[in-house]
């Protein structure tokens, strides 16, 4: 009888680990889809090193073109007076 008790609680301890660590296992794979979302999501929202240096390099050159303009008018109008 004692043997019975015992087998039975053992199988009550088992059943419950699995349960947890089944449980456990689920829930890392949940976090592990939503960490590969998150890095999909910030590779698509974010730009990369040679993309922001053509958009800078666009916006000196949109700067440069602006200062000539500004000379320009500055020698026309040094030249009036």
Request: charged share 30%.
């Amino acid at each position: 009888m004692e043997m019975m008790i015992w087998n039975v609680v053992l199988t009550a301890i088992v059943g419950v680990l699995g349960f947890v660590v089944k449980e456990k296992f689920a829930e890392l794979q949940r976090l592990s889809i939503l960490l590969n979302r998150t890095r999909e999501e910030v590779a698509r929202d974010h730009i990369t090193r040679s993309e922001f240096r053509s958009d800078m390099q666009q916006l000196m050159d949109r700067f440069d073109r602006l200062e000539r303009k500004i000379d320009a008018i500055r020698g026309n109008n040094a030249g009036i007076n």
